[in-house]
């Protein structure tokens, strides 16, 4: 079946502007996550959905970020004003049960 | 807090010999343990996991790994190297909780080299 997918693969935006990340989970994974891969800070957690709830927003690095999701499925990971060290791989993750299965992520570049 | 210390963060082997992949963890109690492959410019595959039962478990591509809970370890291991496994490998640890949460606390990478 299919896996997770995330969009856009790549995006180059400006300092400052706003951005948007998506991401569309396996069918019937009520579990979501988000997580960021940056060459100083490794892979770190986000934010976790359970259903369209978010119970652990701890790894939000600042007010800048916010993610939702919408009818169980895609999630939406927005990051405003972007910064510089915003530049990152934001990989989504879905799962069932123990299991997380990735999609292949979003590179974010901040010129 | 969890934590995952992966020893090595470039280890290189001839193809045909043994691949060891050293992690450790810390945790108050046993958690999750999972092993991740990142090729490049690619997300995470799942190698294996380890939840309950055998502390011996077996994934994919001829990888498994053994659960010491008094050394704190889960080494990822291959009998006999092959090109294709030159990536990076991740370890990680998650919270065992039953209603979901279990973010995943991750090492930081051992990028395996295959030579010839």
């Known amino acids: 079946g299919a896996g997770v997918s995330q969009s856009p693969s790549n995006k180059v935006t400006e300092k400052g502007k706003d951005v948007e990340l998506r991401c569309d989970p396996i069918s019937g994974h009520t579990a979501l996550y988000w997580y960021r891969q940056s060459l100083g800070q490794g892979l770190e957690f986000l934010i976790y959905?359970?259903?369209?709830?978010?119970?652990?927003k701890s790894g939000l690095p600042s007010d800048r970020f916010s993610a939702e999701r919408t009818g169980g499925s895609v999630s939406t990971l927005t990051i405003q004003r972007t910064q510089q060290e915003d530049s990152a791989v934001y990989l989504c993750?879905?799962?069932?049960?123990?299991?997380?299965?990735f999609g292949p992520g979003t590179r974010l570049t901040v010129l | 807090a969890q934590s995952v210390t992966q020893l090595g963060s470039h280890v290189s082997v001839s193809e045909g010999a043994l691949v060891l992949l050293r992690c450790n963890y810390s945790?108050?109690?046993?958690?999750?343990l999972f092993w991740y492959v990142q090729y490049p410019n690619q997300g995470l595959q799942l190698l294996l996991k380890y939840t309950t039962g055998a502390t011996l478990v077996k994934g994919i591509n001829g990888f498994e790994a053994e659960f010491k809970k008094s050394e704190t370890s889960f080494h990822l291991t291959k009998p006999s190297a092959h090109m294709s496994d030159a990536a990076e490998y991740f370890c990680a640890v998650s919270p065992i909780l039953t209603g979901g949460g279990n973010k995943l606390t991750f090492g930081t990478g051992t990028q395996l080299k295959v030579e010839l």
């Open positions: 945790s108050s109690v046993p958690p999750y």
């Open positions: 959905f359970q259903g369209n709830s978010a119970p652990d």
């Open positions: 993750a879905s799962s069932s049960g123990s299991s997380q299965y």
